[in-house]
């Protein structure tokens, strides 16, 4: 059974840092694209953050310069580093594992990780 568990969320000061692990389970973790989305209230899911197998990573505009994604493979974690957070960083961190074989797409979410950012 494929399990996606991300923590590390919580209540932050604006300028403030956190980082965010997604551990994974049940898949072949080094073969996956992992990525990073936010959920804002009353706003749609976004990617925030992607990294590929080979470690190739790309950010939204928003968070450039701001968030880190990396990956350890012997430790079948993906993180997302945020440093100076802002309040419109405020929402649920989701991570996302995805693999394309032989004509077939595989896709798994986590449950999510509320970030909040407010003084």
């Known amino acids: 059974q494929v399990q996606l568990v991300e923590s590390g969320g919580g209540l932050v000061q604006p300028g403030g840092s956190l980082r965010l692990s997604c551990a994974a389970s049940g898949i072949t973790f080094s073969s996956y694209a992992m990525a990073w989305y936010r959920q804002a209230p009353g706003k749609q899911r976004e990617v925030v953050a992607a990294?590929?197998?080979?470690?190739?990573?790309n950010y939204a505009d928003s968070v450039k310069g701001r968030f880190t994604i990396s990956r350890d493979n012997a430790k079948n974690t993906v993180y997302l580093q945020m440093n100076s957070l802002e309040p419109e960083d405020t929402a649920v961190y989701y991570c996302k594992a995805d693999r394309s074989r032989l004509g077939f797409t595989y896709i798994y979410w986590g449950q999510g990780t509320q970030v909040t950012v407010s003084s």
């Open positions: 990294i590929t197998s080979g470690g190739s990573t």
